[in-house]
């Protein structure tokens, strides 16, 4: 056992010559299994603590386009506004969701539904940067995702890795904004695959030399008047730089997983995300972002909605199991949603349109108390009935479940003081 432990203590010698503690202490949990003393169940546990005093996170399930709440969460069965799609019970008595998402009504007892989101915004691109920041876009301020505010607010020392990820295609128009590049998410178009270019293409000594020709080059032009220009991006070549070095990168390797695990997920992109967004979390990422688009349903509403959730039902409910087993879920907040929801009222294309005043979405973890409904609309599904809960609600609420001061205030570039959500109450019903 010493000899083991010797050798653990060793390998969790950073490349700036110092011990992690995270590495050691994993260290110190195998060399005690090996030696019998430490029983697999409580290494587990030793880890899952370990990951709960690393600090929140969260995975946003983004669903791109605005998806169907009559198809998805918020079923209205015997209703003519309800359309083809019937609803089946889940894991909690008296709670039925559309019969798309079998997996995750098994799941139901874990997760919350809110069936009274309400908006004004009926743009894809106004829609989906509210949902993402809190404000509506402006011509002189640039707010951050809030995948950028949880970077910022949780920072983590020990990560090389970028702190805000986005796995997909989609775009909002929502990034670091006024925090700086720095908190500008890293977009992986394609799950699955290893990041492009992230490797050095020569040996280290000749990469830091050119690193640091680089430095100096540009602190001529700092000098001659781009000083702000010059230090965004010597940010971005740092963080680029140490993610490509460390051993970190393993983390985006999904071929590291056992088949029975990227069996349970599926092999859909979206799955992959799910997958990947796991992985992600287990090694310090705050904040991930798996977009799956395609919602916009003009048109073939029921049979475009049932492809699209046969991507996401699989791998949502895996993805709770998942982080469940692993005593992540608590500290982990998992959101689905979309920036508004579809009309009750079939258009003659047999589709729905824009409607941002009712629909619906689905939180997890993170203090969360599965098993709920907060909010209902009325038998048409054409108005909020009761509990109305607004996009700052919401993101009120998401500042609640990672332990997120919502009034700290950022300073524009123009000297206005911005408030990480301004206004807004938490669902306090959520965490009961």
Known sequence: MTMYLRHQIDVSVS????????????GIAA?????????????????????????????LLWMAGGPSQFETFSPKPGHENGGETTAIDTSVAGIQISDNFPHVAKMMHEAALIRSMTSKEGSHPRASYLMHTGYLPTANVKYPAFGSIIAQQHPRAELDLPAFVRIGSGRDGSGGGLLGVEYDPFVMPVAGQLPTNAAPTTSTPRYTRRL????????????????????EHQKLYKKASRMIMSSQMKAFDLEQEPAAMREAYGDSQFGLGCLLSRRLVESGVPCIEVTLGGWDTHNDNWPRVKALAGQVDQPLAALIADLKQRGMLESTLVVWMGEFGRTPRINPRAGRDHYPRAFNVLLAGGGIQGGQVIGSTDESGTEVADRPVEPTDLLQTFCKSLKIDPKFENIAP???????????????ELFA
């Open 15 to 26: 490349r700036r010559g110092v011990i992690r503690r995270r590495d050691f202490l994993r």
């Open 212 to 231: 640091d020709l680089l430095s100096r080059l540009e602190s001529e032009n700092a000098a001659a008047g781009a000083a702000f220009e010059v230090d």
């Open 414 to 428: 123009n000297g206005r003081p911005i408030k990480l959500v301004d206004g807004g109450t938490p669902v306090d």
């Open 31 to 59: 060399a005690s299994v090996a030696a019998g003393t430490l029983s697999w169940r409580d290494m587990v546990a030793l880890h899952a603590r370990e990951l709960q005093q690393r600090g929140m996170s969260m995975i």
